[in-house]
């Protein structure tokens, strides 16, 4: 199951990316997310773990997979047999786009996607808008 948010943002691709590597401040910009932390010292990148507690849902550990500087990261989290995803991505082209893709699998993703489908999109679109706005605010 894949889940795809797409936003226009008025601001460098670099105040986009401070904004998404400073992961414990994403409260402050999106109500799809009550509390992030940091759950090691070393610099945020392949390897980190990031617990996210999210309104309506249990807290998840996220570990990053993929770091592309300025450009893309992804995390990667396991919980109750589903694997999910979440790539966040920085594209240029006449402006700045970030796309934002959740990929669920595993055993019971038809039946998550059932109970939870709706919020997760709302929760990524609430995100991908707060974003924006949080960058076009200090742009």
Known sequence: MTYHESIRIE????RVWEILMDVERWPTWTASMSEVRRLDREPFG???RVR????????????????EPGRSFAWTSRSGGVTTLADHRIGV???VTVELILRQSGLLTPLIGLVAGKLTRRYLRME???L????????
């Open 46 to 48: 392949v390897g980190s």
């Open 132 to 139: 924006k706005e949080r960058a076009e605010r200090d742009a």
């Open 11 to 14: 601001a460098t691709a670099e």
């Open 93 to 95: 082209d006449e402006g």
């Open 52 to 67: 996210v507690k999210q309104p309506r849902l249990p807290a998840t550990q996220w570990v990053v997979t993929e770091r």
């Open 128 to 130: 991908a808008e707060g």
